[in-house]
């Protein structure tokens, strides 16, 4: 293998290392509108309302819109009534709880 061959085989290894590495990616506001406006996603007040049933007087501290390879989830963090943070994914398509735990 030449010299160039060799350096396009890592540049190309490091780059699907960097995307493996890199897991699931933030969307900014507008990208969530923009997806909510085309139906892709559902009202994070409609998505509120599971975790919220799931955890009784819980205050929402953060939410975040990821693409993770693909799939679009809601990572919420919220408080719960006794003080203990939980980290709540939903489905951003359809809502589903995917994860519900203690924050570490």
Request: proline fraction near 2%; charge should be negative.
């Amino acid at each position: 293998m030449n010299q160039k061959a060799r350096g396009c085989c890592v540049v190309a290894l490091l780059t699907l290392l960097s995307c493996a590495a890199a897991g699931a990616r933030d969307l900014d506001q507008d990208q969530a509108l923009q997806l909510r406006q085309q139906g892709l996603i559902l009202p994070l007040d409609q998505l509120m309302r599971a975790a919220l049933e799931r955890h009784p007087g819980a205050v929402l501290l953060e939410a975040e819109l990821e693409d993770d390879d693909g799939t679009l989830i809601y990572e919420v963090e919220l408080v719960t009534v006794d003080g203990v943070v939980r980290e709540v994914e939903l489905s951003a398509a359809t809502g589903a709880v995917l994860k519900d735990e203690v924050e570490d």
